[in-house]
């Protein structure tokens, strides 16, 4: 456990109660290691980290230590796919066969692109179990999907598409930019603001990367303990029913491919240098917030309009996936059950959370934007309690 003592970094006084929350976790025990960043417009107003990169070797957290985000890869995708759309690249609202013809099987050809990024493919899983080694070859994972019918009818309701999200959105980029979604982030995002992220980690990076490590149980960890179905009423009791059935489509979205069956699970190299476009992304607290910053400057991702028109609610309400509410965007969340935000942020906030309690978020009307990662990872679906409680005093240092 980290003493409070060992968090590093910088924080304008304006934001003092991020950096006093930060702290707290630590002191609490809830952390092993852990950063947060905030920018408000191009000022970088809060760059904390503190504990252990590595707790088998007690490594220090630095402040160049990167550490996968999961999920928060999400928005780099759909920021890519985002791009080329505003550049004319495609049409968000025409078929998705327009440019990829194999996909209309089964009763999908009026799927668009926006219903990929939007969670309303209805292709949340696999059909069939695959290795992780699929996460390395792009066009074999989209070439599944392409083939199997979809759950239920394409843009007629939305489900959490947990990892079929990365190669359905990175479809997009792939086969407009003619590269994948990891190396057009490079070139076109991350490389012009020199963001510390990565989608297909190199050696060194993951050489320096921290280690994720399970959740704590109980014991005044401040980690949530497995939901028990008896005790919840309504969508939270059939997401602890479903969490505890191996064979769910919420599982078989989580867990599918088998990461699980690697060599050290998601720490495994080369599961990391692979880039999963929906899980995969490596990065420092303060170049995911930059993600969020360059998304808020009108033209340096995108267009301010195009902007403003992804971040509108496409879906809203109980998930068919993870059976609680979810709402997004084209590729953002947007505040729900899934993604709590303090009531301020309610109609202006959008990002997304990673497994385990990671986290980017932005205000479109603000011009702020946090990001957190960690490596003790929690259990709360919401993304963690840790992170709406940086998030909150974010949002208290604002009023």
């Known amino acids: 456990m980290a003493d409070a003592d060992q968090v590093s970094g910088t924080c304008d006084d304006r934001f003092a109660r991020v950096r006093d929350v930060f702290t707290e976790h630590f002191a609490r025990g809830e952390e092993l290691g852990a950063a947060v960043a905030v920018y408000s417009g191009d000022d970088l107003v809060v760059d904390l980290w503190g504990g252990v990169a590595d707790r088998k070797t007690g490594r220090p957290w630095l402040r160049d230590t990167p550490c996968l985000a999961f999920s928060c890869t999400k928005a780099v995708t759909a920021a890519a796919a985002l791009r080329l759309a505003d550049a004319k690249a495609y049409d968000l609202s025409a078929p998705v066969t327009t440019w990829w013809p194999e996909y209309g099987t089964h009763g999908k050809q009026d799927t668009t692109a926006e219903h990929l990024l939007s969670h309303q493919a209805g292709l949340p899983a696999f059909d069939a179990d695959e290795p992780a080694a699929i996460g390395a070859d792009p066009a074999a994972a989209a070439a599944k999907l392409a083939e199997q019918a979809p759950v239920w009818e394409p843009g007629t309701d939305h489900g959490y598409h947990a990892i079929t999200y990365g190669w359905l959105a990175g479809e997009i980029v792939r086969r407009h930019a003619g590269k994948g979604v990891g190396a057009y982030v490079a070139e076109e995002i991350a490389g012009p603001s020199g963001l510390e992220l990565w989608l297909g980690a190199p050696p060194e990076v993951i050489e320096r990367a921290a280690k994720m490590s399970a959740a704590r149980r109980g014991g005044g960890s401040g980690q949530a303990a497995p939901l028990d179905p008896a005790?919840?009423?309504?969508?939270?009791?059939?997401?602890?029913?479903?969490?505890?059935?191996?064979?769910?489509?919420?599982?078989?979205?989580?867990?599918?491919?088998?990461?699980?069956?690697?060599?050290?699970?998601?720490?495994?190299?080369?599961?990391?240098?692979?880039?999963?476009?929906?899980?995969?992304?490596?990065?420092?607290?303060?170049?995911?917030?930059?993600?969020?910053r360059d998304l808020l400057a009108p033209g340096r991702i995108v267009r301010w309009p195009t902007l403003v028109d992804a971040v509108v609610r496409r879906v809203a309400g109980p998930d068919r996936v993870l059976h609680i509410d979810t709402s997004f965007g084209l590729g953002f969340m947007r505040p729900s059950s899934a993604f709590l935000t303090p009531a301020a942020g309610r109609d202006s906030a959008f990002g997304h959370t990673g497994a385990g309690g990671s986290v980017g978020l932005a205000d479109i009307e603000r011009g702020v934007s946090i990001a957190y990662v960690m490596n003790r990872m929690g259990e709360e679906v919401s993304g963690g309690l840790r992170a709406y409680r940086l998030i909150e005093a974010l949002y208290a240092s604002l009023d």
């Open 231 to 292: 005790t919840l009423e309504g969508p939270y009791r059939a997401l602890a029913e479903a969490a505890q059935d191996p064979r769910s489509l919420m599982n078989r979205a989580l867990y599918n491919p088998r990461v699980a069956e690697e060599p050290g699970g998601w720490n495994n190299p080369a599961v990391l240098a692979a880039g999963w476009p929906a899980a995969g992304l490596m990065a420092t607290a303060r170049g995911l917030a930059g993600l969020y």
